[in-house]
């Protein structure tokens, strides 16, 4: 038994610091971003861990209006699919760009988002 | 493999109700069991979707709870949840229960509740069908999803609100002529327009309300359907999945699972789209609709807005697709809307549909989309 070359909790760990991780299969070089013990190209076993530059663009993006509970403060906010530039996608909160300004294909970096319960999750801001 | 027919359907009006889900699939699935003449004491199994009776009824084991409300409490029941296609998938293993011929009679259907709790707590409840890791701590919800699909179906095909919202007028156009719709009442493309934003680029005329209802169906083999009036056979029912999180779909534009699904039902069934004659598909959201007549293959690619701007998909148009208005005018009740399609396409190839009848229906299609588009079942049905 191995353990798996990064966990959902350790790539959250590393996102608070700033750096986003991917795993690359060792077989047929397939990017994935979350953790997976498959490569769901090749069916491998045998993942290395990545680290990405952070930088993409915005694929497609809304504006959430009515928000889940937990959310309700902050309307309006941005949410965006994002291709980052080693082909992988990743969905994350807009922050810190005008909402007027979001049209598909803007270049973006990721950040991370500490929330008030100190939970991290995955934000995009200006290049 | 033996054929499988539907011989009776049940649906409750959709909409705001005081009574438990349980209550509102009991009303349905005792009509289904009138409508289809068999005696209670023949269903050898209830298939059944339910999906937030834990977070708004703190009701889990919805299954037998179902039954009991009923009164058939000693039938096997298994509750399916696939997110809003859960009663379209408790369909189709019932269908391949009898196909296998372990049983000849088996009752399906599905039920909701959630008008009893604020849209908030329902925004927040639907939203569990994201994945809670990767998804849902961002604020995504439901209207998002689709909204992130709908813009990139612009981007890539140019596809406007206004086409958008021709499939919200047409589907409460439809709603107005079912006396079971939530919405009776026909709308205008400025009334869409005009509506507030939900999730940019959706409105709230995008959107399919939240709905309590139930809906009921009872399938029988071929040896017991001869014996009733009109047996609507199952052509085919097929089932797909695809990624859960939005960053690993390639395309959002496009919904392979949709694709997939089609692609196995039209094979199971013999037939391809033209042979269909009236559809009822998974308009949670206008977006929704359009992307679907193009997964379905009853449009190219790109071509489902212009379409529905044309009127290709109305009452009287090529290829009617929502006679009953839909989810958006009908109502969604998230755990029933799959066996309520199959009800409304059962009533329409009966030649039953009043106001709404697709005049001259022999084939009819279903479609059911499960949450972020990671379950989608279709399946097909022919009159003899």
Same mark, same amino acid.
């Given at each position: 038994?191995? /353990?798996?070359?990064?966990?959902?909790?350790?790539? %959250?760990?590393?996102?608070?610091?700033?750096?986003?991780?991917?795993?690359?299969?060792?077989?047929?070089?397939?990017?994935?971003?979350?953790?997976?013990?498959?490569?769901?190209?090749?069916?491998?076993?045998?993942?290395?861990?990545?680290?990405?530059?952070?930088?993409?663009?915005?694929?497609?993006?809304?504006?959430?209006?009515?928000?889940?509970?937990?959310?309700? &403060?902050?309307?309006?906010?941005?949410?965006?699919? #994002?291709?980052?530039?080693?082909? $992988?996608?990743?969905?994350?909160?807009?922050?810190?760009?005008?909402?007027?300004?979001?049209?598909?294909?803007?270049?973006?970096?990721?950040?991370?988002?500490?929330?008030?319960?100190?939970?991290?999750?995955?934000?995009?801001?200006?290049? | 493999?033996?054929?499988?027919?539907?011989?009776?359907?049940?649906?409750?009006?959709?909409?705001?109700?005081?009574?438990?889900?349980?209550?509102?699939?009991?009303?349905?699935?005792?009509?289904?069991?009138?409508?289809?003449?068999?005696?209670?004491?023949?269903?050898?199994?209830?298939?059944?979707?339910?999906?937030?009776?834990?977070?708004? /009824?703190?009701?889990?084991?919805?299954?037998?709870?179902?039954?009991?409300?009923?009164?058939?409490?000693?039938?096997? !029941?298994?509750?399916?949840?696939? *997110?809003? &296609?859960?009663?379209?998938?408790?369909?189709?293993?019932?269908?391949? /229960?009898?196909?296998?011929?372990?049983?000849?009679?088996?009752?399906?259907?599905?039920?909701? =509740?959630?008008?009893?709790?604020?849209?908030?707590?329902?925004? /927040?409840? %639907?939203?569990?069908?994201?994945?809670?890791?990767?998804?849902?701590?961002?604020?995504?919800?439901?209207?998002?999803?689709?909204?992130?699909?709908?813009?990139?179906?612009?981007?890539?095909?140019?596809?406007?609100?206004?086409?958008?919202?021709?499939?919200?007028?047409?589907?409460? =156009?439809?709603?107005?002529?079912?006396?079971?719709?939530? %919405?009776?009442?026909?709308?205008?493309?400025?009334?869409?327009?005009?509506?507030?934003?939900?999730?940019?680029?959706?409105?709230?005329?995008?959107?399919?309300?939240?709905?309590?209802?139930?809906?009921?169906?009872?399938?029988?083999?071929?040896?017991?359907? =001869?014996?009733?009036?009109?047996?609507?056979?199952?052509?085919?029912? &097929?089932?797909?999945?695809?990624?859960?999180?939005?960053?690993?779909?390639?395309?959002?534009?496009?919904?392979?699972?949709?694709?997939?699904?089609?692609?196995?039902?039209?094979?199971?069934?013999?037939?391809?789209?033209?042979? $269909?004659?009236? #559809?009822?598909?998974?308009?949670?959201?206008?977006?929704?609709?359009?992307?679907?007549?193009?997964?379905?293959?009853?449009?190219?690619?790109?071509?489902?807005?212009?379409?529905?701007?044309?009127?290709?998909?109305?009452?009287?148009?090529?290829?009617? $697709?929502?006679?009953?208005?839909?989810?958006? *005018?009908?109502?969604?009740?998230?755990? *029933?809307?799959?066996?309520?399609?199959? *009800?409304?396409?059962?009533?329409?190839? =009966?030649?039953?549909?009043?106001?709404?009848?697709?005049?001259?229906?022999?084939?009819?299609?279903?479609? !059911?989309?499960?949450?972020? !588009?990671? !379950?989608?079942?279709?399946?097909? %049905?022919?009159?003899?």
């Amino acid at each position: 038994m191995t /353990e798996p070359a990064i966990t959902a909790r350790a790539f %959250f760990e590393k996102a608070r610091a700033g750096q986003l991780t991917a795993i690359r299969c060792s077989s047929c070089g397939e990017l994935s971003i979350p953790p997976r013990e498959l490569c769901p190209n090749c069916h491998a076993q045998s993942w290395q861990p990545v680290v990405l530059a952070g930088d993409g663009t915005i694929a497609s993006f809304t504006v959430i209006r009515v928000a889940p509970r937990a959310h309700a &403060a902050d309307v309006p906010y941005a949410i965006a699919v #994002v291709q980052l530039k080693e082909g $992988v996608s990743l969905l994350g909160r807009i922050v810190d760009i005008p909402l007027e300004k979001l049209v598909v294909g803007l270049p973006v970096r990721f950040r991370p988002l500490i929330g008030k319960d100190l939970t991290t999750s995955v934000g995009f801001g200006p290049a | 493999m033996r054929r499988v027919a539907v011989i009776g359907v049940g649906v409750t009006k959709f909409g705001l109700h005081d009574r438990t889900s349980a209550e509102l699939f009991a009303e349905a699935a005792r009509d289904a069991l009138n409508d289809s003449g068999v005696p209670a004491s023949a269903v050898q199994a209830l298939y059944y979707g339910n999906v937030v009776g834990g977070e708004t /009824e703190h009701q889990l084991h919805t299954g037998p709870q179902a039954a009991s409300v009923l009164g058939i409490p000693a039938v096997p !029941t298994t509750r399916f949840e696939t *997110a809003c &296609a859960s009663s379209h998938a408790a369909f189709r293993h019932a269908v391949m /229960e009898i196909a296998a011929g372990v049983s000849d009679v088996v009752l399906v259907g599905g039920a909701e =509740r959630v008008l009893n709790v604020s849209t908030a707590e329902s925004t /927040e409840y %639907f939203a569990y069908a994201s994945d809670a890791v990767w998804e849902q701590p961002l604020g995504l919800t439901f209207p998002g999803v689709f909204a992130l699909i709908a813009r990139a179906h612009m981007q890539k095909h140019g596809t406007t609100e206004a086409q958008m919202a021709a499939v919200a007028v047409k589907n409460h =156009r439809h709603g107005a002529l079912n006396p079971k719709a939530q %919405f009776q009442k026909p709308i205008t493309i400025e009334q869409v327009l005009k509506s507030a934003y939900v999730a940019d680029p959706l409105k709230l005329f995008d959107c399919c309300p939240f709905s309590d209802g139930g809906a009921a169906l009872v399938l029988a083999s071929e040896e017991v359907a =001869r014996k009733h009036r009109k047996p609507i056979w199952v052509l085919g029912s &097929a089932a797909a999945s695809d990624w859960m999180l939005l960053g690993d779909k390639r395309d959002l534009s496009r919904v392979p699972a949709t694709e997939r699904a089609a692609a196995a039902a039209y094979r199971q069934a013999g037939i391809g789209p033209t042979d $269909v004659d009236v #559809v009822e598909l998974h308009d949670c959201f206008t977006i929704a609709e359009i992307v679907a007549t193009e997964g379905l293959g009853l449009f190219e690619p790109g071509a489902g807005g212009r379409a529905a701007e044309k009127g290709l998909t109305g009452l009287g148009g090529e290829i009617p $697709v929502n006679p009953s208005g839909g989810l958006k *005018a009908k109502g969604h009740p998230i755990g *029933a809307t799959g066996a309520a399609q199959v *009800a409304e396409i059962v009533t329409q190839l =009966r030649g039953e549909a009043g106001p709404r009848q697709v005049e001259g229906a022999r084939k009819g299609l279903t479609h !059911t989309l499960g949450g972020n !588009t990671a !379950t989608v079942l279709v399946s097909l %049905f022919g009159r003899d």
